[in-house]
């Protein structure tokens, strides 16, 4: 029986080119002390508005538990910083120091690079169809997470 190869979906493709695209970045971002993993967290606060670690868990797409450790070695690192909520001394407001903010430059050329490189050979217009397909896609798979598990598609 012939079986088509792993990447003949275009969602094995997508994982493999995430998979190797962490791996480029990391080895761009490991000069710097950082991994592709905290990219996330510096751009959210990149902006400069602290932000609850609920936020922080929605906008990076990763569980509560790999949140915490992330956010933990990140301060341990000396690029956030936590501070109580005015609003509820329970929950902590995160904030990037100077540090953090310090690298944010190096980071976004190190990611730029990659990005470069991975659309070699790509036209404009092939690159803004590329991310209007993929902009899709992930809308797409956003509202299969927002349904659950046990509700059925309505699109079936």
């Known amino acids: 029986m012939n079986e088509p190869p792993t990447h003949a979906t275009p969602a094995a493709s997508i994982n493999i080119a995430s998979r190797t695209l962490a791996r480029l970045n990391d080895r761009r971002l490991r000069p710097l002390g950082l991994a592709f993993g905290q990219v996330p967290v510096l751009a959210a606060l990149g902006q400069g508005e602290a932000l609850p670690q609920k936020e922080l868990v929605k906008l990076a797409r990763i569980e509560q538990p790999s949140m915490a450790q992330l956010l933990a070695r990140m301060e341990r690192d000396g690029l956030i910083r936590r501070t109580p909520s005015t609003q509820d ?39 803004e169809v590329l991310q209007s397909l993929l902009d899709r896609l992930l809308a797409n798979l956003d509202a299969d997470l927002d349904r659950g598990p046990q509700e059925p598609d309505p699109e079936n």
Do not use: C, K, W, Y
Request: charged share 20%; no cysteine; proline share 3%.
């Open 89 to 127: 001394r329970r929950v902590s407001m995160i904030s990037l120091t100077e540090t953090g903010l310090a690298t944010l430059p190096q980071v976004l050329a190190a990611l730029h690079e990659t990005n470069s490189h991975a659309l070699r050979g790509f036209s404009d217009l092939e690159t």
